[in-house]
T-cell receptor
Framework: GAGVSQSPSNKVTEKGKDVELRCDPISGHTALYWYRQSLGQGLEFLIYFQGNSAPDKSGLPSDRFSAERTGGSVSTLTIQRTQQEDSAVYLC?????????????FGSGTQLSVL | GNSVTQMEGPVTLSEEAFLTINCTYTATGYPSLFWYVQYPGEGLQLLLKATKADDKGSNKGFEATYRKETTSFHLEKGSVQVSDSAVYFCALGDRGSTLGRLYFGRGTQLTVWP
């Protein structure tokens, strides 16, 4: 696609429910990143994919968070048993190759609200 | 480790005022430095970058100079416009890493009044 696409753009859920957030990177981009933007905080790194594998998942805050990427393309971030502190904007970014931090393209994010 | 500290907002200015948003960093290697901008309702966009000491990044009237001696990368604009109202993020990329991960500051909300 023309840009990084994320869906849904907004998600409201109840505490304890599971949610799935989707990212469609730019076609052909091998590197994919998930970041989280909480109110008053900077962007926190969550996980990095190179192809379908995740060499760096050090930013995932707990075992309730998981992510996968299939076909070297679409990625899904899953949050199980959501908590109110999970409320944030979840951003996805991609680049053609890894290590190209100056050539990252970001999606518009998914605003997650946990009630 | 790598980290970025940026000036807390919000910053409110009148049109044509001078803007400075301070950013300092801590890095283990020789980082690249970035300013990203997030306009209301839009995704994060790269505003400017600098990849080595004394480089000056510039775009849309904004400038920032990579100062190794003060570990700073302050964002400046001589005359802001209403359309500059956005959230600005300073970020660091570790050039020694093949991962491409960025380390971000907390963001500074800028509002420009006509």
């Amino acid at each position: 696609g023309a840009g990084v696409s994320q869906s849904p753009s907004n998600k409201v859920t109840e505490k304890g429910k599971d949610v799935e957030l989707r990212c469609d990177p730019i076609s052909g981009h091998t590197a994919l990143y998930w970041y989280r933007q909480s109110l008053g905080q900077g962007l926190e790194f969550l996980i990095y994919f190179q192809g379908n594998s995740a060499p760096d998942k050090s930013g995932l805050p707990s075992d309730r968070f998981s992510a996968e990427r299939t076909g070297g393309s679409v990625s899904t971030l899953t949050i199980q048993r959501t908590q109110q502190e999970d409320s944030a904007v979840y951003l996805c970014a991609s680049s053609l190759n890894p290590g190209q931090s100056e050539k990252l393209f970001f999606g518009s994010g998914t605003q997650l609200s946990v009630l | 480790g790598n980290s970025v500290t940026q000036m807390e907002g919000p910053v409110t200015l009148s049109e044509e005022a001078f803007l400075t948003i301070n950013c300092t960093y801590t890095a283990t290697g020789y980082p690249s430095l970035f300013w990203y901008v997030q306009y209301p309702g839009e995704g994060l966009q790269l505003l400017l970058k600098a990849t080595k000491a004394d480089d000056k990044g510039s775009n849309k009237g904004f400038e920032a100079t990579y100062r190794k001696e003060t570990t700073s990368f302050h964002l400046e604009k001589g005359s802001v416009q209403v359309s500059d109202s956005a959230v600005y993020f300073c970020a660091l990329g570790d050039r020694g890493s093949t991962l491409g991960r960025l380390y971000f500051g907390r963001g500074t909300q800028l509002t420009v009044w006509p």
